[in-house]
């Protein structure tokens, strides 16, 4: 099974971008769709959008204008890019992979990494 | 958005009960709908995909039924290790919404 590992700061600014990595560890990056989640005690568990090895995205419509994914596949990661947090960001976020092989799920998840939006 | 409703929120239940979640989707999802599981300060993991495919390696205790927009995760024989929140999740249109949770207490 593949590994996930996120890392980045766990406190940002009000108006400042939260900036967090995925590696892939113990499995390829190619040939699947890969996304971020987030989860707090006011949202629940709220899908942020995912990337495909080519590039291609897709994110939640909330998000549009502050959000961006991007994918290294050389050095097997993804990233996350919000722009412009508030309070309202702070959560706990998940790298996941999105399987679309026999139906469409996340099928490994990262441990997570707690976000905390905080001047 | 598809709004994924969960009932219960909670769920008392003892060693051995057979439990049943459900879940309601807002609008056909046919079989979009993945299940999963999460204990405390750990990410969720997935149980059912499609409605009623099982993951590898997660017990046959489980398992899933539902389409269109009724679901339901049903567990036949309610170990202690399953003692946690569960999920459910649409898979068949963007972005991909997920239930609040039951909650599957003793």
Redesign the interface.
């Known amino acids: 099974q593949v590994q996930l590992q996120e890392s980045g700061p766990g406190l940002v600014k009000p108006s400042e971008t939260l900036s967090l990595s995925c590696t892939v560890v113990s499995g390829s990056i190619s040939n699947y769709y890969w996304s971020w989640i987030r989860q707090s005690p006011g949202k629940?568990?709220?899908?942020i959008g995912?990337i495909d090895y080519s590039g291609s995205t897709?994110y939640?419509?909330?998000l549009m204008g502050r959000v961006t994914i991007s994918i290294d596949t050389s050095n097997n990661q993804f990233s996350l890019a919000l722009i412009s947090v508030t309070a309202g960001d702070s959560a706990l976020y998940?790298c996941?992979r999105w399987n679309a092989a026999?139906?469409?799920?996340?099928?490994s998840?990262?441990?997570?990494i707690l976000v905390a939006v905080s001047s | 958005d598809i709004q994924m409703t969960q009932s219960p929120s909670s769920l008392s239940a003892s060693v051995g009960d057979r439990v049943i979640i459900t879940c309601r989707a807002s609008q056909n999802i046919r079989t979009y709908l993945n299940w999963y599981q999460q204990k405390p300060g750990k990410a969720p993991k997935l149980l059912m995909y499609t409605a009623s495919s099982l993951e590898s390696g997660v017990p046959t205790r489980f398992s899933g039924g539902g389409s269109g927009a009724d679901f339901t995760l049903t567990i036949s024989s309610v170990q202690p290790e399953d003692f946690a929140t569960y999920y459910c999740q649409q898979s068949y249109i963007a972005p991909y919404t997920f239930g609040l949770g039951t909650v599957l207490e003793i």
């Open positions: 629940g568990l709220e899908w995912s897709n939640i419509p909330s998940y996941a026999a139906g469409y799920y996340f099928d998840w990262g441990q997570g």
